[in-house]
């Protein structure tokens, strides 16, 4: 049997909901793309839910692997401090789930690319 597998769209949060814009727009692309793949957002504060609740919930749904994907640019504190201790804490409460955080988003060369293009574009007016 497969194993149900989920990604996590994970960031920082604001107070304002405009800002979750994106990645609300990213999860609805990775759901058209990717239609076996359960998809969630959860941010580290200001906004719901948290990751905890995030895997949780899907975990609950009987997914076996979840990836933490930081929609951050750069592997910053947060994620070098306190992700891992909540990626860890979700690890013990599931110990039949493998749960995994990979680099934060700005760190790909896919990315990174795009950012240069955009940046290129935006400068030749």
Avoid: N
Avoid at 60 to 75: E, I, K, N, S
Avoid at 89 to 96: G, M
């Amino acid at each position: 049997m497969e194993i149900k597998s989920a990604v996590v769209l994970f960031g920082h949060g604001a107070r304002d909901p405009e800002w979750a814009r994106p990645m609300q727009r990213a999860r609805g692309l990775l759901l058209e793309s990717e239609p076996g793949l359960a998809v969630e957002l959860a941010f580290l504060e200001f906004m719901q839910p948290t990751l905890a609740e995030a895997i949780d919930r899907l975990v609950a749904d009987g997914v076996g692997r979840v990836t933490v994907v930081p929609v951050f640019l750069a592997q910053g504190g947060h994620l070098k401090k306190d992700v891992p201790v909540l990626v860890e804490e979700a690890r013990v409460r599931h110990p039949q789930c493998e749960i995994r955080q990979v680099l934060a988003v700005g760190e790909a060369d896919t990315v990174v690319a795009a950012i240069a293009g955009y940046a290129a574009q935006c400068g030749r007016g």
